[in-house]
């Protein structure tokens, strides 16, 4: 009786927050009061995948679902984001039965990685995929070695991971296990042999604390490494990016299946690979994954289409506090040849955590738009002219430098007959200031 009450109330709140357009954890939250083991009394169905990490989390989960769901699998995944504990335990409750069991041939779960240990104490996933591990909200999650520490607890003996091998923190995951599936990039025209950026988190190995060297890099400290000491290095990958050609807008894995792009960006490869990955696993043949995956356009608003007057955009959505979720913005806004103009947002800091810090700022690699595509930089919101300082420390023309302070002013701004395309960056707190003033596509 207990488990009935609970789901149907479950189901009538969410029924009631979606007409109110409310968020989807508070029925999770009051299921919970109610039956604080509700989790381990559902009947859950024989594939349960979790993906967690610092980024691309949201992302990779969209694409499993849209794969597994265009190839007659029955899907039931946390569409809206809401990936603590009470996010998933409304999904699981709202997808079960009045009896207890979830409807669905997959149960597919993002989970936060901060909290996964708490979800994953009831729910066992068969499959686990750890996309990275950055630095990332330190406000909130301090550093990485923290969050490795937190996921260690949500990991169960029996699950098989799905590693990203280029990662050095999360390939220790992979320490005496044998059930890992390791994915990552192979060799690629972008590839670097000296580290180019702010700060170097894969500078001491994550086991030894010894230097670390690198043959290669991809981005940031994503790439192959080993270190001399303890012989931690890079596993070798059953799934690789094994060519990549972002200018054309195209992938290859494993030689054999190749990609369209429709986000071109090394970010958006390591998504999309996690993808292909989780989806063979689960049975579906590349060849019936590819179809569904080319020029991919993802739904979950972290990229966004836009027309203001005769001028066309793209709002890049990054993590404030984040600074390789802007990195990655960045080099997509630099790398468009036809020439564009960039907008920074800042006008708030932390949805949640709301602390007024911007030191974050310095972490980002903003000389990237020093690029001669970039022809205009506007920097707007109540935190521009803490942008301005921290763009004075690049070596970019301050004449090329607009500072606005309001999401308006810069929308003002734009609105002239120009026509080089407009790319914005901005957070989730920020991203509606702007899109409520254009045209969304």
């Known amino acids: 009786m207990?488990?009935?009450?609970?789901?149907?109330?479950?189901?009538?709140?969410?029924?009631?927050?979606?007409?109110?357009?409310?968020?989807?954890?508070?029925?999770?939250?009051?299921?919970?009061?109610?039956?604080?083991?509700?989790?381990?009394?559902?009947?859950?169905?024989?594939?349960?995948?979790?993906?967690?990490?610092?980024?691309?989390?949201?992302?990779?989960?969209?694409?499993?679902?849209?794969?597994?769901?265009?190839?007659?699998?029955?899907?039931?995944?946390?569409?809206?984001?809401?990936?603590?504990?009470?996010?998933?335990?409304?999904?699981?409750?709202?997808?079960?039965?009045?009896?207890?069991?979830?409807?669905?041939?997959?149960?597919?779960?993002?989970?936060?990685?901060?909290?996964?240990?708490y979800t994953f104490r009831y729910i066992k996933p068969t499959h686990y995929v750890i996309t990275n591990l950055y630095r990332d909200q330190l406000t909130r999650n301090g550093h990485p070695e923290w969050v490795y520490n937190a996921l260690l607890d949500s990991i169960h003996p029996e699950t098989q991971l799905i590693l990203n091998a280029d990662d050095p923190m999360v390939s220790c995951f992979g320490y005496g296990k044998e059930n890992v599936i390791w994915f990552g990039a192979g060799d690629l025209n972008t590839d670097t042999t000296e580290f180019d950026g702010v700060y170097h988190d894969g500078l001491y190995c994550p086991n030894c604390k010894k230097p670390m060297t690198y043959s290669k890099y991809h981005y940031n400290h994503i790439g192959h490494y080993e270190c001399k000491a303890c012989g931690h290095k890079r596993n070798e990958t059953a799934f690789t990016v094994t060519s990549a050609d972002l200018e054309a807008g195209v992938a290859v894995i494993n030689e054999k299946y190749e990609i369209k792009l429709a986000l071109k960006s090394l970010y958006n490869i390591y998504n999309i690979l996690a993808a292909f990955t989780v989806a063979s696993l689960a049975g579906i043949e590349g060849k019936d994954i590819v179809p569904h995956i080319n020029n991919y356009v993802l739904k979950n608003g972290r990229v966004v289409t836009f027309s203001l007057g005769n001028r066309k955009g793209t709002l890049l959505t990054s993590k404030h506090e984040n600074s390789i979720s802007?990195?990655?913005?960045?080099?997509?806004?630099?790398?468009?040849?036809?020439?564009?103009?960039?907008?920074?947002?800042?006008?708030?800091?932390?949805?949640?955590?709301?602390?007024?810090?911007?030191?974050?700022?310095?972490?980002i690699d903003f000389h990237l738009l020093g690029s001669d595509n970039v022809r205009q930089i506007i920097l707007a919101g109540t935190y521009s002219n803490d942008l301005a300082v921290r763009f004075s420390y690049t070596d970019i023309d301050e004449n090329k430098i607009q500072i606005l302070e309001t999401v308006e002013d810069a929308v003002n701004y734009l609105n002239n007959e120009r026509n080089e395309?407009?790319?914005?960056?901005?957070?989730?707190?920020?991203?509606?200031?702007?899109?409520?003033?254009?045209?969304?596509?």
């Open 421 to 441: 395309k407009i790319y914005v960056i901005t957070c989730f707190s920020d991203k509606d200031k702007f899109l409520t003033r254009v045209t969304v596509d």
């Open 2 to 117: 207990k488990v009935l009450v609970t789901i149907m109330v479950c189901k009538v709140l969410r029924i009631i927050g979606k007409i109110v357009g409310k968020g989807s954890s508070l029925p999770g939250k009051i299921a919970l009061k109610i039956c604080p083991d509700i989790l381990e009394r559902i009947s859950l169905p024989k594939y349960i995948i979790a993906v967690t990490g610092s980024n691309g989390k949201t992302s990779t989960v969209e694409m499993i679902a849209h794969i597994l769901m265009e190839n007659g699998k029955k899907v039931a995944w946390n569409k809206e984001g809401s990936n603590q504990i009470e996010g998933v335990t409304t999904l699981v409750l709202n997808s079960s039965t009045l009896t207890g069991k979830v409807k669905a041939d997959i149960l597919l779960i993002e989970s936060d990685e901060r909290f996964a240990r």
């Open 326 to 363: 802007y990195n990655q913005s960045l080099r997509i806004a630099s790398s468009d040849k036809e020439g564009c103009d960039v907008v920074i947002i800042v006008d708030a800091v932390s949805r949640k955590y709301f602390t007024s810090d911007v030191s974050w700022l310095w972490d």
